[in-house]
């Protein structure tokens, strides 16, 4: 018996303790002032309120287009008389997309040019180009907004894994002849 429980005993400690995963230090948000005070939007003050299961990229202003938040989208200018809604981020469930960077483009109630025929372009820096998907949810809204949704699967070991796929990324959309860039929630301002 005593035996049987040497044998046994390692075991079970072994399944155990690989079960707990050690969850990364998370640093606490930025302030909006600082953000703002560099050119950076966030979709909310407590951007990383729902980690693990949404991580929203923050919105960089470089070219002064962005207007303003409209519920989980950054308004932003596109061309001279329009805008835009664009939404980017990591999210573990998406609909029918588990772990995956989503950017969810969208027409705005301030919209005054269709979307649905521009050329649109998604790239990571550190995952590549994203795929353009089928859309989830209400058809009617995605049908009057002219919704677009591009998506980049990432291969996570466990739900921490997260921070490290998405450290110094930058996802890139151009829409048209506009580029709009968004940085990952991870960001260290100096």
Known sequence: MKRLLYLILPLLVSCSSSSQLLRPEIHSEILSSK?????????????KKSYFRILPYLFFNKSGTFNEIQGD?????????????IMSGFWSD??????????????SETST?????????VE???HGVFEKKKLIGNSQINKSQQRV?????????????VLNK???DVI????GGQVYTFLNPEIELD
Not at 73 to 85: A, E, G, I, R, T
Not at 95 to 107: D, H, R
Not at 113 to 121: F, N, V
């Open 113 to 121: 040019l269709p979307i649905k025929d521009i050329p649109i372009s």
């Open 149 to 161: 949704l591009f998506v980049k699967k990432l291969e996570l070991e466990n739900r921490f894994d």
């Open 35 to 47: 953000l703002n005070a560099k050119g950076i939007a966030a979709i909310n003050p407590n951007y």
């Open 166 to 168: 998405i450290n110094d």
């Open 124 to 126: 990571s820096s550190k």
């Open 172 to 175: 890139t959309v151009k829409i």
């Open 73 to 85: 989208f950054y308004n932003v200018k596109f061309n001279v008389n329009s805008n835009l809604n």
């Open 94 to 107: 998406y609909g029918n997309y588990q772990n995956s960077l989503i950017v969810l483009i969208a027409m």
